[in-house]
């Protein structure tokens, strides 16, 4: 555009309404597909690191130019103030529509509401996070997920989501449907979403279904075996700043990943028999005895560490309920108690039907 203004003596409309459009498209507040920011022809660098991250560098120069500057140099700080709380409003929004759906507690509402955490050190974390999650540090906050993630983007991701697919159709293609099945959810948030949203209404009816406390305390267990694995707050930066760099790991799938996964599921939600399906899926499909135990002693180990304790060691679980009101150690020995009830009716449902199939064998 710049080129054609330079070889030419007189603007013509034409170009006049060219140069209009793209310098109003360029700089309106919506980032559209086609939206091209200067640095976004002037770096190219920087074009290939953010190329699925626009928005959230666009939102740091907003950020560093029209806040910070603008407060330094008037010397105001209301309209730091002001962007600050808008943030902070924006992102909690966000996290209590989160928490409605997905059955979490990251807003400030669910904070206040618990009166374990209506102290001032949680009550501080918790604005800082909707600050961070209303947009205000911009592209910083997906530089946690790892450099892979940032410059791959949701392709990069999708792709492996295919990957894991194909891995797992190969493995069994007569669990493609289940397979196939599993890869929509995880690629259309739509259907996430709507899942979470059922999840909720099922839940109000059904005992088993555990999905709207099951998040919550898997996330307490995390943190509270995070803080006793890095209790230094230097540890602790050190741990992100590697996966910052190196991205989150990830288990390839394996022969039995997929009926893992969909057992968990199906117990999650209460289905004990469609949990049972999977479970036995796996028995009936071992060759010897020694696999036969492996795989039951697979069962095991992966539906404790799913459990919603499961990320707390065993040794450690009586200084996990220490930590804990009287009130919140019966919902968790409770929620805890129901899953393992799930789980001890479907691994009895599998067996029923092993034992009858092996019958039919003989």
């Known amino acids: ?31 559209v597909l086609s939206t091209k920011r200067s640095w ?3 770096k190219p660098f920087v074009r290939a690191l953010t190329q699925f991250k626009v928005w959230g560098t666009d939102q740091i120069g907003h950020v560093w130019n029209d806040v910070i500057k603008d407060t330094v140099k008037h010397r105001d700080p209301s309209k ?17 529509l989160r928490d409605f759906i997905l059955g979490k507690d990251e807003s400030l509402l669910k904070t206040l509401s618990d009166s374990e955490r209506r102290n001032a050190k949680d009550i501080s974390i918790t604005i800082l996070k909707n600050i961070i999650d209303g947009g205000a540090v911009g592209i910083f906050a ?52 709507t899942q979470a949203l059922l999840d909720k209404i099922d839940a109000r009816f059904n005992q088993k279904n555990l999905t709207q406390d099951y998040y919550k305390w898997r996330r307490r267990a995390w943190e509270w ?27 390839v799938p394996q022969e039995r990943t997929l009926s893992y996964e969909m057992t968990i599921r199906n117990i999650l939600v209460g289905d004990t028999e469609r949990a049972s399906d999977f479970l036995f899926f796996l028995l009936k499909n071992a060759d010897s005895p020694d ?21 707390v060691a065993e040794d ?6 220490k930590s804990m009101t009287s009130e919140q150690q019966r919902e968790a020995m409770s929620l805890q108690l129901q899953w393992n009830m799930n789980a001890s009716e479907a691994e009895s449902k599998a067996i029923l039907k092993w034992q009858d199939w092996s019958r039919t064998q003989n």
């Open 40 to 42: 976004w022809d002037n």
């Open 316 to 321: 450690d679980l009586g200084e996990f309920f």
């Open 80 to 96: 730091m103030i002001g962007w600050l709380v808008s943030m902070a409003i924006t992102g909690e929004i966000y996290n209590i």
């Open 1 to 31: 555009m710049l080129a054609k203004i330079q070889s030419v003596d007189d603007i013509s409309p034409d170009l006049l309404d060219a140069i209009l459009h793209k310098i109003v498209r360029d700089n309106a507040f919506p980032v």
């Open 225 to 251: 075996s995070h803080n006793k694995r890095f209790p230094k707050l230097s540890d602790k930066a050190k741990e992100v700043a590697i996966k910052s760099l190196l991205g989150w790991t990830r288990r």
């Open 291 to 311: 696999e036969q135990e492996s795989i039951e002693r697979g069962i095991q180990t992966a539906l404790q560490q799913s459990s919603p304790l499961g990320r």
């Open 142 to 193: 997906d530089i946690i997920y790892g450099l892979p993630n940032l410059i791959g983007g949701p392709s990069a991701q999708t792709l492996v989501n295919m990957g894991d697919t194909t891995a797992k159709v190969i493995w069994n293609v007569s669990q493609a449907k289940d397979a196939l099945k599993q890869m929509a959810v995880k690629e259309t948030p739509a259907l996430r979403q």
